[in-house]
């Protein structure tokens, strides 16, 4: 019984931290990597290799703003195969050989 009161009382407690996720604007590397649910070598990674918005203000801690991220993880939107087909289906109609 005790087992399973610590189990749930830490799953509130993860639950709690990824709501202050949520409501910071600006967040440090360890939040980024849990926000971004990857591993710090990896973000260390990304972040040499200009591959995501980060912030450097005094060269050495980073810093990541939120919205940057929502944005950077939206990019490159892959279309369903019913949205290619419709607009195949309307370029069809608009454009008819004469």
Known sequence: MEELILQKLSNIE??????????????????????LDTSASNLYKMTS??????????GKKLYFKRAELDEWLLRNRQS???????????????????
């Open 49 to 58: 290799h200009k591959l995501i918005p980060h912030f450097c203000p005094q």
């Open 14 to 35: 993860t639950m709690l931290q990824e709501q202050n996720l949520l409501k910071k604007d600006v967040l440090n590397f360890n939040e980024t990597c849990a926000y």
């Open 80 to 98: 369903s195969t019913e949205e290619i087909e419709t607009i195949a289906a309307n370029y069809l109609l608009t454009n008819k050989r004469k």
